[in-house]
Structure formats: structure tokens, C-alpha cells
T-cell receptor
């Protein structure tokens, strides 16, 4: 089992470019999450999907969109990247009140 | 959501010294989770506390949940260099599906 996988591992974008971060889990989790991590800010929730077919905003959703493609896959899209979106992005899978399993992260730089 | 504050932000200890990080909330928490993130890595679940006054131990790590369920602590006895990393507490949001993470305590252990 791969657990939670994320692609790409690293990405450099220019301001205004768009891209999609991919996340997949093989742990049969109903819920999936996208976080961003910035120095001194901890992990902040961008969007989550409590179950297939549903998505909800987290603490910092502006500038992002998500798609829960199926139970396994949850993608995060930046339509027009900005330097403020330079961050490390983590996807996680979980089940409500139970532990969350994190992917290895995507390190994104927006110039 | 149920916000949690963590202190201290940083802690530098000599190997063999003890370490404690604290997690506080102004509201009663349904549960509290603790995660560890090694430098350059992703958060990894350590434990979940649910009951008022609960104390759980994992080898040199002791986790406590306050009687009022508004605070929690993680204590490491006789730190080792392998304990280096950032420790996060996290509380379930009102939705029941997402977590609010504290900003973390970064632990540095020097031999």
C-alpha cells in the first residue's frame, strides 16, 4: 500500500500560471484534506471532502479550487498562482474523528 | 472551529533533558490529537486523547488531556536526537470531519 501519494513533489510557477496538485489514497478513507504549511503558521486547512461527492471550504480557501474525482483522488487547483501561494501543500486522508494520514507534500514556489 | 494555541513555539534542549509542549483552547474540545513532523517530512499521527483527565504513554512520551478538556500536554522524558521535529496538536472542528492544527512546537536536541 502506498498510503497517500502526491504529485508533483516540487513545482515552480510564474505569477498568473495555473496548475493542479494531485493526491491519491489507497486506504479507503472517506475523507480527504488539503493543507498548506508556511513557516510559523502551522498547518492550515484549505479545503476538505468529507465523502465522495462533497467538498467544503477550510480556513484559507481563497485562490484555490478542489475536485473530489472519486473516492481515491482529491485534486487542488490554482487558477492564477500568486507569490502568496508559495508554500508546502499536504494532502491527507482520514475518517472523521480518527487519525489523518498525510502525503509527502508538494513544495510550490510562485515567482 | 475549535482553535488551539501551542506553546512554546521553539524549544532547544540538551540531549537527556526533558521537554514539554502545551496546547490550550478557550472552548471545550471533543478530543485532541498529536502529530510529529520531522524536518523535511510530513506530519505523522502520534496519539488521540478523548476522555477528561486522560493520560497515555508511549515509551518516553506522556500525553495528558486536561480535566476540563481545554488543554493538553506532551512531555518527553530524557530527550534523544531522534526526537527532533515539530510537534502539533490538533482539535476536531465543529463539522466533525476536519482538524484545526496548532502552530506547533519545534524541538531541537543537541548532543
Amino acid at each position: 500500500n502506498a498510503g497517500v501519494t502526491q504529485t508533483p513533489k516540487f513545482q515552480v510557477l510564474k505569477t498568473g500560471q495555473s496548475m493542479t496538485l494531485q493526491c491519491a489514497q489507497d486506504m479507503n478513507h472517506n475523507s480527504m484534506y488539503w493543507y498548506r504549511q508556511d513557516p510559523g503558521m502551522g498547518l492550515r486547512l484549505i479545503y476538505y471532502s468529507a465523502s465522495e461527492g462533497t467538498t467544503d471550504k477550510g480556513e484559507v480557501p481563497n485562490g484555490y479550487n478542489v475536485s473530489r474525482l472519486n473516492k481515491r483522488e482529491f485534486s487542488l487547483r490554482l487558477e492564477s498562482a500568486a507569490p502568496s501561494q508559495t508554500s508546502v501543500y499536504f494532502c491527507a486522508g482520514g475518517a472523521g474523528l480518527l487519525e489523518q494520514f498525510f502525503g509527502p507534500g508538494t513544495r510550490l514556489t510562485v515567482l | 472551529g475549535q482553535q488551539v494555541m501551542q506553546i512554546p513555539q521553539y524549544q532547544h534542549v540538551q540531549e537527556g533533558e526533558d521537554f514539554t509542549t502545551y496546547c490550550n483552547s478557550s472552548t471545550t474540545l471533543s478530543n485532541i490529537q498529536w502529530y510529529k513532523q520531522r524536518p523535511g517530512g510530513h506530519p505523522v499521527f502520534l496519539i488521540q486523547l478523548v476522555k477528561s483527565g486522560e493520560v497515555k504513554k508511549q515509551k518516553r512520551l506522556t500525553f495528558q488531556f486536561g480535566e476540563a478538556k481545554k488543554n493538553s500536554s506532551l512531555h518527553i522524558t530524557a530527550t534523544q536526537t531522534t526526537d527532533v521535529g515539530t510537534y502539533f496538536c490538533a482539535a476536531i472542528t465543529n463539522s466533525g470531519y476536519a482538524l484545526n492544527f496548532g502552530k506547533g512546537t519545534s524541538l531541537l536536541v543537541t548532543p
